[in-house]
Nanobody
Framework: QVKLVESGGGQVQAGGSRRLSCAAS????????IAWFRQAPGKDREFVAA???????FYTDSVKGRFFISRDNAKTTVYLQMNSLKPEDTAVYYC????????????????WGQGTQVTVSS
């Protein structure tokens, strides 16, 4: 059974940091791209970052230089280190998997976690 479980969310003040984890199980983790998306109230789910099978990383412009994605294939876990957080980063953060190439569209990913809330206060 494919499973993606996010953790690490919570409340943080603007300028602070938070590290999210996405623990995967039930599939061949190293052969999949893992991405982070986020969804704020009343908004569409948006791409945040992704890490490919060979470790290449991709970011949306608004988080470049602040967020860093990494993967540990031995632990079947992907991390999202979020620094210099802003109130506009407040959202539910989801991880998702996809085979083949990185895609910024949520519809391209076939399995999702339940999400973890990140709230950044000013």
């Amino acid at each position: 059974q494919v499973k993606l479980v996010e953790s690490g969310g919570g409340q943080v003040q603007a300028g602070g940091s938070r590290r999210l984890s996405c623990a995967a199980s039930g599939f061949s983790f190293s052969t999949y791209i893992i991405a982070w998306f986020r969804q704020a109230p009343g908004k569409d789910r948006e791409f945040v970052a992704a890490v490919s099978r060979n470790g290449s990383t991709f970011y949306t412009d608004s988080v470049k230089g602040r967020f860093f994605i990494s993967r540990d294939n031995a632990k079947t876990t992907v991390y999202l280190q979020m620094n210099s957080l802003k109130p506009e980063d407040t959202a539910v953060y989801y991880c998702a998997r996809r085979v083949a190439t990185v895609d910024v569209g949520a519809g391209a990913y076939d399995s999702w976690g339940q999400g973890t809330q990140v709230t950044v206060s000013s």
